[in-house]
């Protein structure tokens, strides 16, 4: 029988198995933050145990890094004794540290792609769920837990279960205005929340294989909304022409190399998956959430749905939302273009090839805030910086701001804001604060408006 892309990088990390039950998989890379970090390098130190393979290791600061002016001293007490820890630790255990003000500083799942750290077929974990990302490159990437952020520092290794296979297949073509963003909400809003728990999940389809690297990237990033513990792309001429010449990517004959052996990196034609879905591209619309979970989506043209369900009922009572009710037309005042899954400099493409020439409502507060330094670079040689100030919105630094509400960029209570993140838990923007989950496209007509509306409409 044929393997899976999956089975095909997680079998080549297996160092062994433990009477036919959990795997030990050796670990390529480990990406560190400055949230997750403290407490695992407590415990090593604690224990005397030294860092594994400190040179397979990168950190950055970027979960409670300030977004506006960066190069003073940080205010908020916790975050500042958190960055300053994490500089303590790389330090003293010789890891690189992209920190506050370095070149390569930014988001950690926008970087590690953008140096060209993350690469097709590798094993790589971080003590954040979003690592998924990097499933965009055909890479086993996933979340892990502060002790797995200890177990993978002592022995570059971590004990698993082998997870389930999954694919969810997607073909047709998208209409105008359909997002990648759209198309992992709308697939989120068919399958549920749970659907993906226990299984790691390979996107398929034409629309994938169609698909920019930043927009794939978007897709896996949000494949953990889904329960699943990775998303996972086959890679391709995409691939490898988005990795060429970058800081960390392989070069010359050894990249070549490289390439022959990705290309192996398919699921093979009689290969057999746990579960599968499929969609058709033409279904899909521009999405929206109403909720407070990313399953709670709906068409941009649709009304909320009927549910019997007592969680919908508490959800739609915390949003101030009605079952029935269109989004349309809804005031919004707080707009959040950023975070992991939407940060990246096609995403700041779109935004300002939507707001050019016209200007932001006034009663919006729009905070755009690229995923790292390399982003803001580009925002500027590309004049985008222009386009974005002439029509009124302010470009902010580097950081996951507003996505979680660890620093200084919190939704105030009872604001709705259309954000490009990942979740719209409870109080996730700030305590009280209501989350409308939507793609880049969405939230600059939103921004020009000062309300919901339908952006296919507004299209040329």
Not at 81 to 105: D, V, W
Not at 117 to 136: K, L, N, Y
Not at 160 to 177: A, E
Not at 316 to 327: A, I, R, T
């Amino acid at each position: 029988m044929g393997k899976t892309l999956f089975d095909k990088v997680w079998d080549k990390h297996v160092v062994d198995t433990i009477d036919n039950g959990p795997q030990i998989l050796y670990i390529d890379k480990h990406l560190i933050h400055e949230v997750t970090s403290p407490q695992a390098f407590n415990e090593l130190k604690k224990r005397k145990i030294p860092i594994a393979r400190p040179d397979k290791i990168i950190a950055t600061a970027d979960h409670n890094t300030p977004t506006i002016n960066q190069h003073l001293p940080v205010k908020d007490e916790l975050s500042r004794n958190q960055l300053a820890q994490l500089s303590k630790n790389c330090k003293e255990n010789n890891i690189t540290l992209y920190g506050l003000g370095h070149e390569n500083n930014g988001i950690i799942h926008v970087i590690a792609p953008e140096l060209g750290i993350t690469q097709p077929g590798m094993t790589m974990v971080c003590g954040d769920s979003h690592t998924s990302t990097h499933g965009a490159f055909g890479a086993v990437a996933f979340g892990i837990g502060t002790s797995q952020v200890a177990q993978v520092f002592a022995s570059q290794c971590l004990l698993l279960q082998k997870p389930k296979s999954l694919r969810v297949t997607v073909s047709g073509k998208l209409k105008k205005g359909v997002l990648p963003k759209d198309v992992i909400l709308y697939i989120i809003a068919q399958l549920g929340t749970n659907s993906g728990t226990g299984y790691f999940c390979e996107y398929a389809g034409n629309v994938f294989e169609e698909m920019s690297m930043e927009g794939r990237m978007t897709v896996c990033n949000m494949s953990i909304e889904m329960g699943a513990r990775g998303g996972m792309i086959a890679p391709d001429d995409i691939t490898f022409e988005y990795m060429k010449n970058r800081e960390f990517a392989p070069k010359g004959k050894i990249f070549k190399d490289k390439v022959a052996y990705w290309n192996t990196l398919k699921t093979d034609k009689d290969a057999i998956f746990d579960q599968e879905y499929s969609f058709n591209a033409e279904d899909i619309e521009p999405m929206l959430t109403y909720g407070t979970n990313p399953g709670m989506g709906i068409k941009i043209s649709e009304k909320i749905p009927n549910s019997e369900d007592a969680s919908s009922e508490k959800s739609l009572n915390y949003m101030n939302f009605k079952e029935g009710e269109s989004l349309l037309n809804k005031p919004i005042n707080y707009v959040f273009i950023g975070s992991c899954t939407n940060s990246r400099i096609e995403d700041f493409r779109v935004v300002a090839d939507y707001v050019k020439g016209k200007q932001k409502a006034v009663n919006v507060n729009a905070w755009l805030v690229p995923g790292s330094q390399k982003v803001v670079k580009q925002i500027q040689e590309e004049g985008l910086q222009n386009i974005f100030e002439d029509a009124g919105f302010k470009l902010r630094q580097p950081g996951c701001s507003a996505c979680l509400a660890m620093n200084d960029d919190k939704i105030p209570e009872g604001e709705y804001c259309v954000s490009t993140s990942n979740r719209n838990f409870e109080g996730r923007q700030g305590q009280g604060a209501r989350t409308i989950l939507a793609s880049p496209l969405v939230a600059a007509a939103t921004a020009v408006e000062g309300k919901i509306v339908n952006v296919v409409k507004y299209l040329n």
